[in-house]
């Protein structure tokens, strides 16, 4: 069969994109794998796939890992999904908004100048203060889940940080069994910007972006210092976004947003 697919990056965290609206594509662990392979397929961190909608949302977001396995959000691949899905309007004019269906909840998208600004769900599952202890790392471990679970420890100079030897001892820790967590890594560059750098989970590397642990790291800085929304955030693939949120409580926030770029890149076909 041959695969119709789009390829978006969003800040440097890229992926495949499909359209499966009329759910004629069935695509198994091994073959996203497969696609996401940088030597041997297309080469991405993650696969979207558009499928319709089933609670009333414009449709339904559905995002696998380069391991092939389904995770419940991504924020870089939102917004990448909130453009796409934008371009798939029949209308001459593109919406200034979609809605979309993802296990971590309904989530709306949408275009602000040159970037997609992603309302996100409520984050939940706050621990201040992981128990976690690294050889040769001082700092503490917070933990939210931003649609998918973050560790988030604050260093000096995160350009310093071994984070592919580090996040994957936190992502394979036994306190985040059975599930696992994605790892960030988070340095102050002024009191409402820091910089971060992420290993995720199911890519099992660092990644140039990961938009939920932007998010993570942002709330948690605020939790930390004080620190007013918006927060900047710098990624290690060069951009800086901004994390938007309110709070309800010491320890819960709402409107929490997410904007940045979402940018196309190539489409083709490809044989599976
Ligand atoms: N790149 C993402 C997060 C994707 C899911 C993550 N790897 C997980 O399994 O939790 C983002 O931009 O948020």
């Known amino acids: 069969m041959l695969l119709h697919f789009y390829k978006m990056n969003g800040a440097g965290n890229d992926f495949i ?40 949302a414009d449709y339904k977001f559905r995002y696998y890992n380069a391991d092939g396995g389904e995770a419940e959000m991504c924020g870089n691949g939102a917004r990448c999904f909130g453009f796409f899905t934008a371009h798939l309007s029949d209308s001459e004019e593109l919406p200034e908004s979609v809605s979309f269906e993802t296990i971590a909840g309904t989530l709306s998208a949408d275009i602000v100048g040159d970037d997609i600004r992603i309302a996100m769900s409520e984050p939940k599952d706050l621990e201040l203060k992981a128990p976690i202890e690294l050889e040769g790392h001082a700092a503490d471990f917070y933990f939210l889940n931003t649609g998918v679970p973050h560790v988030v420890s604050f260093v000096e100079d995160v350009q310093a940080v071994d984070v592919v030897t580090y996040g994957r001892t936190v992502r394979e820790h036994p306190h985040f069994a059975p599930n696992g967590t994605n790892a960030n890594f988070a340095q102050i560059l002024a009191p409402d910007h820091i910089a971060i750098r992420t ?13 939920t642990g932007m998010v993570a790291s942002a709330l948690i800085h605020h939790l930390l ?22 709070k309800t409580s010491d320890t819960t926030f709402t409107n929490v947003t997410l904007t940045g770029p979402a940018d196309f890149v190539f489409e083709g076909e490809i044989e599976i």
């Open 17 to 56: 994109i499909i359209d499966n609206r009329d759910l004629s594509i069935n695509l198994d662990e091994d073959t996203i794998a497969a696609l996401c392979d940088r030597h041997r397929g297309i080469g991405a961190d993650g696969l979207l796939a558009v499928e319709p909608a089933e609670h009333g």
């Open 225 to 246: 210092t004080g620190a007013e929304s918006p927060i900047k955030v710098d990624v290690e693939g060069g951009d800086t976004l901004s994390v938007g949120f309110e």
């Open 199 to 211: 290993y995720e989970r199911g890519v099992e590397d660092e990644t140039l972006a990961c938009g």
